[in-house]
């Protein structure tokens, strides 16, 4: 599976940030230039692959459904 939607983020305005996130031992956030579009946590036995398919999942959710996921500050 390609990670189309990190890629799309990446190559524009935005970023996409890996590992701790204050008390979260391993995170990945996505934002755009204006907003945070995903914060979402590793879960246990989850690769790191994994995790970066549920942020592109998560990224595609944010522009085409106006869902943020935030596993973080919950």
């Known amino acids: 599976m390609k ?3 990190i890629e799309f983020l ?3 305005n935005g970023e996409v940030t890996l590992g701790r996130c204050g008390p979260v031992r391993c995170a990945a956030t ?3 230039y204006d907003q945070g579009l995903a914060m979402l946590t590793r879960r ?3 690769s790191l692959f994994e995790l970066l398919q ?3 999942s998560a ?3 944010a522009y085409e459904n106006n ?3 935030d596993e973080i500050n919950t």
């Open 59 to 61: 990224i595609e959710d």
């Open 54 to 56: 549920r942020l592109d």
């Open 3 to 5: 990670l189309d939607n």
């Open 30 to 32: 996505a934002s755009d």
């Open 44 to 46: 246990r036995g989850e």
């Open 67 to 69: 869902i943020f996921a």
């Open 10 to 12: 990446i190559n524009g």
